[in-house]
C-alpha cells in the first residue's frame, strides 16, 4: 500500500482553508486536476473519480448497459465486490477459473460463454496483470464488453499500456491497501466518450445542474451518489505523485528476489503475462502443505488463506440473495445459475498451492537479496 505523510497533510489543510470542499463547487479544481494528471499519465481519454473501487466498478457497468438478462464473467479469485458489481446494475455473475499467473484462464472464458454473455471482468489481482492479448481477442471475435477491474493493479503495466486501459472500461481503488492510498476511493476510466458521460451521469443521481461540459448527446437518467470531496482530489493530487517511484521500486525489490529464489527446486515463480514489468511474486509449489510450511516465514502468505478474496467464502453470492427478493437478478436470468463451492476446484488447488512473497515497504533491494536467500535455502531443507 501507499504511505501517508506530510504531503497529504499539508494538501488536505489547503483543501480545507479554500473553503472549497464539495467536487462540483465554485472554485473547486483538486479533483479535476487529478483527473487531468492521471488521464495522461495513464493514456486514456476520460477519467472519473468515485468514492470506491467498487462504485467504479458498478459504475463502469450501468455505463456499459448491462442489466437484467445479462451474465458477467467474472474470475473465482478477487474481492466479492467483482461479481457484486454485476448483480447492483441486475445482471448475473458467472465464475470462472483462474489459472497459475492467478487471473482468469482465457481458456475457461471460452468455455463458460453462453447466448447471454454480455461482458468479461478480468481482474488484474494482486499487481497481477491478466492475458489482456487473449482477453481481448475473445471479446472481439465474441462481441463481448471487457470491463478491467484494476483495483488491486493501480499503476501495472501489461506491455505498453496500463492495466485498466485496455478494455471498454476500467476500475481503480484507492482504498488503504492499495498502490493509491486516500483511505477509500476509485475511479472509472474508458477512452468512449458516451460511456464516460453515462458514468458521470450514474455516479451523480442523474443530475443536470451541474453544467457537464459535453453530455455527447447522452439523456438524463436515474443514477446513484459516488462523488467524491475536493479533500479526496486533493490526497490523490499527491499519491499519483509516489505512484511511478514505487512501482520502480517494487519492480527492483521483485528481480533481486526472483534471482534468488528460481534457482529452487521445490517451488517454481508463478507465471507472469509481463516479466519485463512484474511488481508481484508468488511461486508455487507442487503439494499445499509445503505451501502451508513456506507460509509461516514473515513477508510470506498461501493466497488460499486470505479466504475473503477466495469465492466459496462470497456467501450472499453463491446464495443468491440480494437485499429485497423482489429485486434478485437471479430471478430475470434466462437460465438457471447454478453456483457450488466445488464449482471452480482448479482455482482452489491452485490458491492452496501458491505463496504470496511481499515485496512492499522500504525494503532495499540489497536486503530483498538476503531475506529471498533465507527463503531459498529453507525451501532447498
Not at 471479446?139 to 503495466?157: F, P, S
Not at 451523480?204 to 462523488?227: I, K, L, S, T
Not at 507460509?295 to 488463506?305: A, E, K, M, N, W
Not at 530483498?368 to 535455502?377: D, E, H, I, K, S
Amino acid at each position: 500500500m501507499a504511505r501517508i505523510g506530510l504531503g497529504e497533510w499539508l494538501a488536505v489543510t489547503r483543501a480545507l482553508g479554500s473553503g472549497n470542499l464539495l467536487r462540483y463547487s465554485d472554485g473547486a479544481h483538486r479533483t479535476e486536476d487529478f483527473e487531468r494528471r492521471f488521464a495522461h499519465d495513464f493514456g486514456v481519454r476520460h477519467v472519473l473519480t468515485v468514492n470506491s473501487g467498487t462504485s467504479a466498478l458498478i459504475a463502469a457497468m450501468a455505463a456499459c448497459g448491462l442489466g437484467p438478462g445479462d451474465e458477467v464473467l467474472v474470475p473465482a479469485y478477487t474481492w466479492i465486490a467483482t461479481p457484486a458489481a454485476a448483480v447492483a446494475v441486475g445482471a448475473v455473475p458467472v465464475l470462472v477459473d483462474i489459472d497459475e499467473s492467478l487471473t482468469i484462464d482465457p481458456h475457461d472464458i471460452e468455455r463458460k460463454i453462453t447466448p447471454y454473455t454480455r461482458a468479461i471482468v478480468p481482474v488484474h489481482m494482486a499487481n497481477a496483470p491478466c492475458d489482456m492479448a487473449a482477453i481481448l481477442a475473445i471479446a472481439k471475435k465474441r462481441n463481448l464488453i471487457v470491463i478491467e477491474d484494476a483495483c488491486q493493479a493501480v499503476g501495472v503495466r501489461y506491455k505498453d499500456n496500463y492495466c485498466g486501459a485496455m478494455g471498454d472500461a476500467g476500475a481503480y481503488s484507492f482504498n488503504a491497501h492499495k498502490n493509491i492510498n486516500i483511505g477509500e476511493g476509485g475511479a472509472f476510466v474508458t477512452n468512449d466518450d458516451r460511456l464516460f458521460a453515462r458514468a458521470r451521469n450514474y455516479h451523480d443521481v442523474g443530475v443536470y445542474v451541474r453544467g457537464h461540459a459535453d453530455r455527447y448527446n447522452e439523456p438524463d437518467f436515474v443514477g446513484m451518489n459516488m462523488r467524491v470531496t475536493e479533500l479526496d482530489g486533493a490526497m490523490l493530487g499527491v499519491q499519483l505523485t509516489k505512484l511511478g517511484p514505487m512501482m520502480a521500486a517494487l519492480r527492483k525489490r521483485r528481480v533481486a528476489f526472483a534471482r534468488e529464489l528460481e534457482i529452487s527446486s521445490r517451488f517454481k515463480i508463478s507465471p507472469h503475462h509481463d516479466p519485463s514489468n512484474a511488481v508481484t511474486l508468488t511461486v508455487i509449489f507442487d503439494d499445499a502443505e509445503d505451501a502451508i510450511a513456506f507460509s509461516q516465514h514473515p513477508r510470506v502468505t498461501r493466497l488460499y488463506d486470505n479466504s475473503k478474496h477466495v469465492y466459496t467464502n462470497w456467501h450472499s453470492i453463491l446464495n443468491k440473495r440480494t437485499f429485497h427478493p423482489d429485486m434478485n437478478p437471479w430471478k430475470w436470468a434466462r437460465r438457471e445459475i447454478v453456483y457450488g463451492d466445488d464449482m471452480c476446484q482448479r482455482t482452489l488447488d491452485i490458491l492452496g498451492r501458491t505463496c504470496r512473497i511481499a515485496l512492499g515497504g522500504r525494503l532495499p533491494p540489497q536486503l530483498a537479496g538476503l531475506v529471498a536467500r533465507r527463503l531459498a535455502r529453507w525451501a532447498e531443507r
